[in-house]
């Protein structure tokens, strides 16, 4: 009986869990940048911060953050 180690499911995950398809909520942002919750509401209500929103949900990619960041 041969046994074959590669896995497409496994390597599938990886791919998704990849640290670039990252999704943050508010907090864990504010938490990573070390700023406030209220200053990082204020850069996105002014369209300075990058973000999603899902329903009511604003959630945030930090690459698409990093990167707007790094233009400035």
């Known amino acids: 009986m041969s046994t ?29 940048l070390k700023i406030g919750r209220s200053t990082l509401y204020r850069g996105v209500e002014r369209g300075e911060i990058p973000c999603l929103r899902i329903g009511a949900a604003i959630r945030f990619r930090p690459a698409d953050v990093l990167a707007h960041f790094s233009k400035a």
Request: hydrophobic residues 35%; charged residues 25%; proline residues 3%.
């Open 4 to 32: 074959d180690d590669s896995n497409p499911q496994a390597t599938q995950a990886e791919t998704t869990n990849s640290k670039s398809d990252e999704i943050l909520t508010l907090a864990e942002l504010a938490a990573l």
